[in-house]
């Protein structure tokens, strides 16, 4: 028998064929998300073991010296084996076979799936912060695009079917708000996932009781998770992100949607850049949008995945290593996630608008007949239901005779007021042209959150705000967690090389 397979404790035989091809080597290939976080959570454990005085302080150096030699090996460089178990026991492994005696020190109060757990939550919490930063590139991008277009008419549509003239810029600002509720969202998983699961012994804490705060503390954690129990395994967590993942790629993937329609031959209002584009292998004529496409497929894929995790939540309390699952699925989504906003980001960004065929189809089509009906009402004191009503028949009449809602006379309204009245309206010509020309509608929507360019403009002020308040948060954020990091190395490093200093000095207690 291979003495790497030998069996361990309570055991009397090594994992089986089947175990180590199935289970064992899903959760190795999951290495590449919980390698640094594994890291870095040796490092702390045993730090805060020595200040507590558990671990005695030779044994301890000679144990920090295995792990730094481990934490500088790149991941690409480190060899998992499934036969020897998943990624922890690989990385347990290596330790023994640096610190043969010292290392037998690495398990003192403490699960495998503590050591999993936070490993995994660093990796949340990084791909959480890249998500967010990726989020906000994103949302600058529509904004830097609805600055340059917040005179651009164009019909907006509901049903896919001409509803009101509007600009392409209170249109693009339509898809920005979601992106800030997307942070708030995330910023709040962010504060969740940023609790150390760190300290709890198994399920009830340790009779050891070394201070859990110390072991958040070196990882940069805000706080511990106080219920040890608790801690031992979140199951609504993954629920959480991959809702919060799933929210902001269908938000994006609405605009995706869209755009996908509107750079077909027959729509012809946007035309996407080449690079976000591929041919037809077989059919010269077309440039199919591909990263739109890509888009659709991954909002599809991530709430399929979203279903899977609340399944995995759904368990006895006491069965925790169902989790195995999450530690490398929530990672990839968030992964793929970020890199489909930032594909999203340069479609947005390198699209081109057929600009005039926005206008024409603005004025030419039908759009106008909410302001129409709105004038009838106004101009003859009529209830909206009635002047709704006469609309209707009249442009039903435009539309027979194949004449655009701008050029609606008030003679084609009176003889739709006969037949819906009994009587004509004589509205004034010059009120009627105001209110049937789009660039003057739109100049009325001059409420919070219209197209007016005022309005316009005051929305992209308030975005910009808000996108700089949140760039500011993710700067400080991310910097305190690299700080903790590097000062939890340094420390780790002081330990294990100063032989000068009683250990006492060091003691954090």
Same mark, same amino acid.
């Given at each position: 028998?291979?003495?790497?397979t ?34 870095l ?6 730090i ?14 000679e ?45 003192t ?69 979601p ?5 708030e ?19 009830n ?28 395994w ?8 991959? =809702? ?35 041919e ?27 279903? =899977? ?174 700080? =903790?990091?590097?000062?939890?190395v ?20």
């Amino acid at each position: 028998m291979n003495p790497q397979t030998q069996p361990d404790g309570r055991l009397k035989s090594a994992s089986a064929r089947e175990l180590i091809q199935s289970a064992n080597r899903l959760e190795v290939s999951y290495a590449a998300f919980l390698y640094e976080g594994f890291s870095l959570a040796d490092l702390a454990h045993v730090i805060t073991m020595t200040e507590a005085g558990i671990i005695p302080y030779k044994a301890a150096q000679e144990l920090l010296s295995a792990l730094l030699t481990v934490h500088g090996i790149p991941f690409e460089e480190f060899s998992f084996s499934p036969e020897l178990g998943d990624a922890y026991k690989n990385r347990e492994h290596q330790v023994l076979k640096l610190a043969p005696e010292a290392g037998g020190w690495l398990r003192t109060g403490r699960a495998r799936r503590e050591a999993s757990n936070i490993a995994y939550q660093i990796a949340i919490r990084q791909r959480l912060l890249a998500l967010m930063k990726a989020l906000g590139g994103y949302a600058e991008s529509l904004i830097s695009a609805a600055e340059q277009h917040t005179a651009t008419l164009m019909p907006d549509f509901t049903y896919m079917q001409q509803a009101q003239p509007t600009t392409f810029a209170h249109y693009l600002l339509s898809f920005a708000y979601p992106v800030l509720r997307d942070l708030e969202r995330i910023k709040a998983c962010f504060a969740r996932a940023n609790e150390c699961p760190g300290g709890i012994g198994s399920i009830n804490g340790s009779r050891l009781n070394f201070p859990r705060e110390r072991i958040a503390e070196l990882l940069g954690f805000d706080r511990p998770i106080t219920h040890t129990r608790d801690a031992m395994w979140q199951a609504d967590m993954p629920v959480e992100i991959m =809702s919060c993942v799933v929210a902001s790629i269908l938000n994006i993937d609405r605009l995706g949607e869209d755009l996908q329609v509107w750079a077909t031959e027959e729509f012809n209002l946007v035309k996407l850049a080449d690079e976000y584009c591929r041919e037809s292998v077989i059919m010269p004529q077309k440039k199919n949008p591909y990263s739109l496409a890509f888009v659709r497929g991954v909002a599809g894929t991530l709430t399929g995945q979203m279903v =899977s995790m609340a399944n995995i939540g759904r368990t006895m309390s006491g069965q925790p290593d169902n989790r195995i699952f999450a530690y490398g699925d929530i990672p990839k989504a968030l992964e793929l996630a970020e890199q489909t906003v930032q594909l999203m980001s340069g479609v947005v960004k390198t699209m081109t608008l057929n600009t005039h065929l926005m206008a024409e189809r603005a004025t030419g089509g039908y759009s106008q007949a909410t302001d129409l009906a709105e004038v009838i009402m106004l101009e003859a004191n009529l209830p909206y239901l009635t002047a709704h009503k006469l609309t209707g028949v009249v442009i039903d009449d435009a539309t027979q005779q194949k004449i655009p809602a701008i050029k609606i006379t008030s003679a084609m309204i009176d003889v739709a007021a006969n037949k819906v009245l009994g009587r004509t309206l004589n509205l004034d010509s010059k009120i009627l042209r105001h209110a049937l020309q789009p660039s003057e509608i739109v100049a009325t929507r001059t409420c919070l959150g219209g197209a007016a360019v005022s309005s316009t403009r005051a929305m992209i002020t308030d975005l910009r705000n808000a996108l700089e308040e949140n760039q500011s948060w993710l700067m400080q954020t991310e910097l305190r967690l690299q700080t =903790s990091i590097k000062n939890l190395v340094r420390l780790a490093q002081a330990m294990n090389t100063d032989d000068a200093l009683e250990p006492s000095h060091l003691f954090h207690h």
